[in-house]
């Protein structure tokens, strides 16, 4: 090949490529753009920095840091194993644990449970309403993304309004990160949190029976007992349609 034509050639193949960028760089405006405005300009996308102060990894074992493990024993006969994370949001963390060694949850209701969606409790008054004497705490947001078993702070639309209602996630919602205080994860027990009772809020709803922390090794309560049969009665008999 002569150096003419290799330089004829080389100079289309650049006017190409230089074709081919300006369609890329203004293709996610060109959508919203209308024909003859003024040229598409390049848009600024600040690059994503993934954090390195929050470590993601859940310690699965509940026998290590027991001081970070939450038990919650559910009328529906399950145990819930919950690893609490201080490093995600120590001062929710904080908050959780007294309220749990005052008694605060014993007997609670799961109050508004969505079905693919989500569990929420913490709310003595069982109306979603409700909360604890204690003040609001500060938004403690982070990076951690809200996954199947993830037991974030609810709130209002104020940010800084999360107090003692709390909810368990049945599936992953991104949508939810940046946006509620992720808190803690399930690391065993989800099977009880699947068997919750559904509705805003459900007809016969699921209570926590009582909640503990792993170092103060409270024992599980009696689980409950199963429903009685139904006593037989003469007219049965006489009325029974069997052979």
Same mark, same amino acid.
């Given at each position: 090949?002569?150096?003419?034509?290799?330089?004829?050639?080389?100079?289309?193949?650049?006017?190409?490529?230089?074709?081919?960028?300006?369609?890329? $760089?203004?293709?996610?405006?060109?959508?919203?753009?209308? &024909?003859?405005?003024?040229? =598409?300009?390049?848009?600024?996308? @600040?690059?994503?920095?993934?954090? +390195?102060?929050? +470590?993601? #990894? =859940?310690?699965?074992? &509940?026998?290590?840091?027991?001081?970070?493990?939450?038990?919650?024993?559910?009328? *529906?006969?399950?145990?819930?194993?919950?690893?609490?994370?201080?490093?995600? $949001?120590?001062?929710?963390?904080?908050?959780?644990? +007294?309220?749990?060694?005052? %008694?605060?949850?014993?007997?609670?209701?799961?109050?508004?449970?969505?079905?693919?969606?989500?569990?929420?409790?913490?709310? /003595?008054?069982?109306?979603?309403? %409700?909360?604890?004497?204690? /003040?609001?705490?500060?938004?403690?947001?982070?990076?951690?993304?809200?996954?199947?078993?993830?037991?974030?702070? $609810?709130?209002?639309?104020?940010?800084?309004?999360?107090?003692?209602?709390?909810?368990?996630?049945?599936?992953?919602?991104?949508?939810?990160?940046?946006?509620?205080? *992720?808190?803690?994860?399930?690391?065993?027990?989800?099977? #009880?949190?699947?068997?919750? =009772?559904?509705?805003?809020? &459900?007809?016969?709803?699921?209570?926590? =029976?009582?909640?503990?922390?792993? $170092? @103060? *090794?409270?024992?599980?309560?009696?689980?409950?007992?199963?429903?009685?049969? /139904?006593?037989?009665?003469?007219?049965?008999?006489? *009325?029974?349609?069997?052979?």
């Amino acid at each position: 090949m002569s150096s003419t034509g290799g330089s004829l050639m080389l100079s289309r193949f650049l006017i190409t490529m230089a074709a081919s960028t300006v369609l890329l $760089a203004g293709a996610p405006a060109l959508a919203q753009g209308a &024909p003859g405005k003024d040229p =598409v300009k390049p848009i600024k996308v @600040d690059r994503v920095v993934s954090s +390195q102060a929050v +470590q993601y #990894a =859940v310690d699965m074992d &509940p026998t290590h840091d027991p001081e970070n493990v939450l038990y919650l024993d559910l009328s *529906n006969g399950g145990r819930v194993t919950i690893r609490l994370k201080p490093d995600w $949001a120590p001062h929710h963390v904080e908050r959780i644990k +007294q309220l749990v060694r005052e %008694g605060f949850y014993d007997g609670i209701i799961f109050h508004r449970v969505i079905d693919g969606f989500m569990a929420q409790t913490g709310d /003595p008054t069982g109306t979603g309403q %409700g909360g604890s004497k204690l /003040p609001d705490l500060k938004a403690e947001f982070n990076d951690v993304p809200h996954l199947r078993g993830t037991v974030s702070m $609810a709130r209002t639309d104020e940010p800084d309004s999360a107090n003692s209602q709390f909810f368990i996630v049945f599936y992953p919602r991104m949508g939810l990160d940046h946006k509620y205080t *992720n808190f803690a994860r399930v690391i065993g027990g989800m099977d #009880a949190v699947d068997a919750i =009772v559904r509705g805003e809020p &459900p007809a016969n709803p699921t209570r926590i =029976v009582q909640a503990s922390i792993g $170092a @103060d *090794n409270k024992p599980r309560p009696a689980p409950p007992a199963p429903a009685a049969a /139904p006593a037989i009665t003469a007219d049965m008999l006489s *009325n029974s349609r069997s052979n």
